[in-house]
Nanobody
Framework: VQLQASGGGTVQAGGSLRLSCAAS????????MGWFRQAPGKERELTAV????????YYSDSVKGRFTISRDNAKNTMYLQMNSLKPEDTAVYYC???????????????????WGQGTQVTVSS
């Protein structure tokens, strides 16, 4: 499976963006997937996770209530709807996937096996 992220851009504070992560391959629905972000001068952080079925999600405290992660297994695509954007959301956003549950993987100090290229999100004040 290969991942390709898109949808980044520049938006004013309070605005919205939707990121997409398109996957190649036939086993997309087997993967736990998520979004990470890395702001300038900061470490990469886990932002949101979705289970293979879409039935379970996780959000970091900093985005909870503003971001929504979803996936369409028929289209081999994962999404991150970002609303009420703040300047502190400015970062490069990466999609990632693993056959193992992503949240447990990251909690245990490991990193996902598959990564897409980053997409820049810039929120101006």
């Amino acid at each position: 499976v290969q991942l390709q992220a898109s949808g980044g851009g520049t938006v004013q504070a309070g605005g919205s963006l939707r990121l997409s992560c398109a996957a190649s391959g036939r086993t997309f629905s087997s993967y736990s997937m998520g979004w990470f972000r890395q702001a300038p001068g900061k470490e990469r952080e886990l932002t949101a996770v979705i289970s293979w079925s879409g039935g379970s999600t996780y959000y970091s405290d900093s985005v909870k209530g503003r971001f929504t992660i979803s996936r369409d297994n028929a289209k081999n695509t994962m999404y991150l709807q970002m609303n009420s954007l703040k300047p502190e959301d400015t970062a490069v956003y990466y999609c990632a996937a693993d056959l193992r549950p992503l949240l447990g993987l990251v909690s245990g100090g490991s990193t996902p096996a598959l990564w897409g290229q980053g997409t820049q999100v810039t929120v101006s004040s």
